[in-house]
């Protein structure tokens, strides 16, 4: 997820030629950086949840992490890292929150199913998606219009999809 602030660089491309015999199988390594994973995570008024300690499960390990001032955490993953599970305590509720974690998953925010997703990451629906009628949907939109003082219309314009994506990172 890039947020407002963050920098992206794309390195040049580099040719690269390993001279090696053919007939025998050979094992190639890729070195660099490794891909970054970075979680926002906000209490109900959109606070940030400061010093708050967490746990990711991912690639068959568990990282104890504690946000940071903004809320935030990072992890280095692999390229192939499809899910995991963050657990934290969100002070405002009297349980541990867990968290699915689909990473790569995310259709457009032009698709229905890419706001419903982005909406339900930003806690408009509280509901598993399979459980996400017409009307829930609408009213999910008029929330989150609500909110960001766009026009109430339950309807997903452009306007409300820029904001979407603004809001979520992505």
């Not at 890039?2 to 390993?18: A, C, F, S």
């Not at 405002?92 to 990451?121: C, M, W, Y």
């Not at 930003?122 to 609408?138: H, K, N, Q, S, W």
């Not at 939109?141 to 603004?166: I, M, N, R, S």
């Amino acid at each position: 997820m890039l947020l407002p602030g963050d920098v992206v660089q794309i390195p040049t491309k580099r040719v690269g030629r390993v001279p090696r015999p053919t007939g025998a199988s050979h094992r190639f390594q890729l070195s660099g950086q490794r891909l970054l994973l970075r979680l926002a995570l906000r209490d109900f008024d959109d606070e940030p949840l400061v010093n708050t300690e967490c746990e990711l499960q991912i690639d068959g390990r568990k990282v104890p992490l504690t946000t940071d001032a903004r809320g935030r955490i990072e992890v280095p993953i692999t390229p192939d890292t499809k899910e995991g599970t963050l657990v934290f305590k969100d002070p405002t509720v009297p349980f541990d929150v867990t968290v699915p974690i689909k990473i790569g998953h995310l259709d457009p925010v032009t698709a229905r199913s890419g706001q419903e997703k982005r909406l339900s990451n930003l806690g408009y629906i509280t509901r598993p998606l399979e459980e996400v009628d017409a009307t829930v949907f609408d009213h999910a939109v008029q929330e989150f219009q609500c909110d960001f003082d766009l026009p109430v219309t339950g309807v997903c314009d452009a306007a409300t999809q820029a904001k979407l994506k603004d809001r979520h990172g992505s």
